[in-house]
């Protein structure tokens, strides 16, 4: 069985580098120690997702199916 995706938004009335401090460091109620992961900024994800409509190829999905856009 696969692993979960956790995905957090934040806004950008948030401190950015708080929460990833906080995620480092164990602060949140979120068990990250058996995941792998990585971390996007905003305009790296609207560039995967520009990829995705612009070749029509919908790689990255949710269990419902559903694609970054």
């Known amino acids: 069985m696969l692993a979960p ?3 957090l938004y934040v806004s950008n009335k948030e401190d ?4 990833i ?3 480092q460091n164990g602060d ?5 120690s058996k995941l ?3 971390l996007f ?3 790296t994800l609207n560039k995967f997702i520009q990829e995705e ?8 999905e949710t269990i419902h199916k559903n694609s970054l856009k």
């Open 5 to 7: 995706h956790i995905a």
């Open 16 to 19: 950015k580098g708080q929460v």
């Open 21 to 23: 401090e906080s995620i």
């Open 28 to 32: 949140l109620d979120i068990n990250f």
């Open 36 to 38: 792998n992961g990585a």
């Open 41 to 43: 900024s905003e305009i």
């Open 53 to 60: 409509v612009r070749h029509e190829q919908f790689d990255v």
